[in-house]
């Protein structure tokens, strides 16, 4: 069984910065995309940014210039830097792993549990 295990939220007042960190950890054979969503209270779940294993990144136009998105793949590891927050950044942010189980080889989808990012002066 795989699982995402996030860490670096919390509350920051509008400018500031955050860095955000997700682990994967389990039966892995590969992980081919990590990514961010974040979803707002009373909005749906919305991409912020994604990676590949070759470093092809995605991000919403919302956080381009902002948010930079980078992976560690020998340690299944993605990270969110998130500089210039606003107060519209706030949200649950969650990370996402695509790939590969290491047990019987089939389509592996998971999601982290999610952690609180507070944009308020």
């Known amino acids: 069984q795989v699982q995402l295990v996030e860490s670096g939220g919390g509350a920051v007042q509008p400018g500031g910065s955050l860095r955000l960190s997700c682990a994967a950890s389990?039966?892995?054979?590969?992980?081919?995309?990590m990514g961010w969503y974040r979803q707002a209270p009373g909005k749906q779940r919305e991409l912020v940014a994604t990676?590949?294993?070759?470093?092809?990144?995605t991000r919403a136009d919302s956080v381009k210039g902002r948010f930079t998105i980078s992976r560690d793949n020998n340690k299944n590891t993605v990270y969110l830097q998130m500089n210039s927050l606003k107060p519209e950044d706030t949200a649950v942010y969650y990370c996402?792993?695509?790939?590969?189980?290491?047990?019987?080889?089939?389509?592996?989808?998971?999601w982290g549990q999610g952690t609180l990012v507070t944009v308020s002066s």
């Open positions: 996402y792993a695509g790939g590969v189980d290491g047990i019987d080889y089939r389509t592996l989808e998971v």
């Open positions: 389990g039966s892995i054979f590969r992980i081919n995309v």
């Open positions: 990676i590949t294993s070759t470093s092809r990144t």
